[in-house]
């Protein structure tokens, strides 16, 4: 969801986003009742066709699941030390398998038709006072903030590392915290000065 | 046409813009001061994201105080830092999140999103997350996300202040290009050349109000 839509003119890519969000929904939950290693093994050809016929290639695929690395390392060894290797490994699977799906949806939905979807189902919260553009807009926000904030942290860091100081949780989180404010300041000004506070 | 009447603002104790009364109809209108001269206070009045304390503010006939949601659907604003404007992680998904409330078919939002990302050289990068642009490219992403909108009169606070220098220059050809009528607050005096009309605001006050040449030469006096 961090604005890594890869251009592409698949089915997957042609595929509404509601569609393709009531399509992750319907496979997580048959992958969590799948209980043989058969039908795991299955769905996991399935994922790997998917990702062959939406073209995205092997570097974005594992992007998707790379930073899950270390948690399923854990949690197999967890699970086999509690369970047994064949709980270790479908648990593993099962929670690798949802994330890449997820990914896979991401890479061949462009946000803004993602943002039209939640926009789209949100509406009924109308009778409650709930304005699902701004529902919508909130996620938009909250997506774009992580590259945002992640370069303020970089930045902080960087002048922490100009002046020598050490590491600090409180000299780290301090210019961070004011920084992030600051933006959303101006953040919420930018998005008066663009009509969108009517 | 903008006009300033006996406009006063304070914040707290602070007078930051003292008996302002200007009528501005020109097309590139700059205002240059020192830091803390009230520049950034007086753009923000013209389209209504300040208040006045007192006097009022008129733009296009309009009074800021009772039409700002009016006003801001034909004043555009472009910051200094462009990372505060964009909101959308690729870029043609930022520029059409301008018209979400234009009640434009996909068709049309596609088609003047992609008119203005060609028109301001962005259209190779439409599928790009925003985030990775460089700094000129993310300045011309908020440029043409304000374009899009195709608003009569364009505001822009300290727009090159974060760019190099040849980014600096696109920025101001572009300017130089534009219909609208431009209100440029800046630092970079070089960018005010071809203006028709230049302020010089000192304390909250208009110093000097005249061609760029002379009210740059009393900015420099001013700043000696």
């Known amino acids: 969801m961090t604005g890594i839509y890869l251009p592409g003119d698949s089915f997957l890519h042609r595929l509404p986003a509601g569609a393709k969000l009531l399509g992750l929904a319907l496979l997580c939950t048959t992958l969590l009742l799948l209980g043989s290693p058969l039908w795991l093994g299955g769905f996991t050809v399935l994922v790997v066709l998917l990702y062959a016929v939406s073209g995205v290639g092997p570097a974005a695929a594992w992007a998707q699941v790379r930073p899950l690395r270390w948690f399923a390392v854990v949690l197999f060894v967890m699970q086999f030390a509690l369970v047994d290797l064949y709980g270790a490994v479908s648990s593993t699977l099962r929670i690798v398998l949802a994330v890449a799906l997820a990914g896979l949806v991401t890479l061949t939905t462009r946000f803004a038709d993602m943002t039209a979807c939640f926009e789209r189902c949100f509406a009924p919260l109308r009778a409650f006072g709930i304005d699902p553009f701004r529902v919508s807009l909130l996620l938009s926000l909250t997506v774009r903030s992580v590259p945002v904030i992640s370069a303020l942290a970089t930045r902080v860091r960087d002048a922490q590392r100009a002046r020598g100081v050490s590491w600090s949780v409180r000299a780290f989180a301090v210019p961070l915290v004011v920084s992030a404010l600051r933006h959303a300041d101006a953040l919420g000004e930018a998005l008066s000065a663009r009509g969108l506070d009517d | ?224």
């Open chain 2, 1 to 224: 046409m903008i006009e300033f009447s006996g406009v006063n603002v304070t914040l707290g104790e602070r007078e930051v813009l003292s008996d302002l009364t200007l009528s501005l109809p020109e097309r590139r209108i700059g205002v240059v001061g020192a830091n803390g001269s009230g520049k950034s206070t007086l753009a923000r009045l013209i389209n209504g994201l300040a208040l006045p304390t007192s006097g009022d503010v008129t733009v296009l006939g309009l009074d800021t105080r009772r039409h700002a949601a009016r006003i801001r659907r034909d004043v555009g604003f472009l910051f200094t830092d462009p990372d505060a404007q964009i909101v959308m992680p690729t870029v043609a998904e930022d520029v059409a999140f301008s018209l979400r409330r234009k009640g434009l078919s996909r068709d049309e939002v596609a088609e003047r999103v992609r008119a203005v990302l060609s028109r301001y050289g962005l259209a190779d990068h439409a599928d790009h997350p925003a985030h990775q642009l460089s700094g000129g490219q993310k300045q011309l992403l908020a440029l043409c996300s304000v374009l899009v909108l195709d608003p009569q009169i364009l505001i822009m606070d300290e727009p090159t202040t974060l760019l190099d220098l040849r980014h600096s220059r696109q920025v101001a050809d572009l300017m130089g290009r534009l219909p609208q009528q431009v209100v440029v607050v800046t630092h970079d005096l070089g960018l005010l050349d071809s203006f028709d009309r230049v302020l010089v605001l000192d304390q909250g006050r208009v110093v000097a109000d005249s061609t760029p040449k002379a009210a740059i030469d009393h900015y420099r006096d001013l700043m000696s």
